[in-house]
């Protein structure tokens, strides 16, 4: 709250548990509108089996909306698919403030599923997929071609830009992806085995732009 009040805003926080399932929570300035709406958050709780046995309970966080209701696209910032303001530049800080509610409620770790690779990129900055393969071809991309244009990079992807050495188009594959927080679930993503199939799959897999 403090650092959206250094950059202006008026934050008034209201919470929405009504729904067992998903719990909502909304920030606005100033003003609780739909056209002031600085953040909007739906999280609920899963439970999963990681590959090497470990049941875990993970905060799932379903949608995650961070913008400057204020601010318009221009040519040097553009939109993401599914965005309608540019961002607030606090996603690290609000992951972060993510994992202490995950350990504060006894949950294993942070989960989410990203639908679109810019999603899956700004989580990949604090988190892994579960299944190493994907990772690892995760992983590979930012190697090969790099993420800092995240809007360059979902065109590139959407159009079949992106090919592997035999000229198959890279397909962005929605997966769990995971900051672990209790031992259980660091275990699995610490283990010999995880970090051996994702290496193999970053030596197998190299990518390019046509």
């Known amino acids: 709250l403090d650092l959206l009040r250094e950059r202006g805003f008026d934050p008034i926080v209201t919470g929405d548990p009504s729904d067992p399932d998903e719990h909502r929570l909304r920030i606005h300035d100033g003003v609780q509108r739909p056209d002031r709406l600085l953040v909007e958050l739906g999280v609920g709780v899963r439970h999963v089996t990681l590959p090497n046995g470990r049941a875990c309970r993970f905060l799932f966080v379903n949608w995650l909306q961070m913008q400057d209701p204020h601010a318009v696209f221009s040519a040097e910032a553009r939109p ?11 996603f690290i800080h609000f992951s972060y403030l993510l994992k202490l509610i995950a350990d504060r409620i006894g949950c294993d770790g942070l989960m989410n599923h990203p639908s679109h690779p810019h999603n899956g990129v700004l989580y990949g900055k604090v988190c892994q997929f579960v299944d190493p393969a994907i990772e690892g071809r ?3 991309l930012e190697r090969d071609i790099g993420t800092e244009d995240l809007v360059q990079l ?12 035999e ?5 962005w594959e929605p997966a769990p992806q995971v900051l672990p927080v209790s031992k259980a679930a660091r275990s699995w993503f610490r283990s010999e085995t995880y970090r051996e199939q994702v290496e193999q799959e970053l030596e197998r897999v190299h990518y390019q732009r046509v």
């Not at 993401?80 to 606090?90: E, I, N, R, S, W």
């Not at 000229?167 to 397909?171: D, H, I, L, R």
């Open 80 to 90: 993401l698919p599914d965005q309608q303001h540019p961002g607030l530049g606090l």
């Open 138 to 140: 995760f992983r590979a």
């Open 154 to 165: 979902s065109l590139e992807l959407d159009q079949g830009r992106i090919v592997d050495a």
């Open 167 to 171: 000229g198959q188009p890279y397909a």
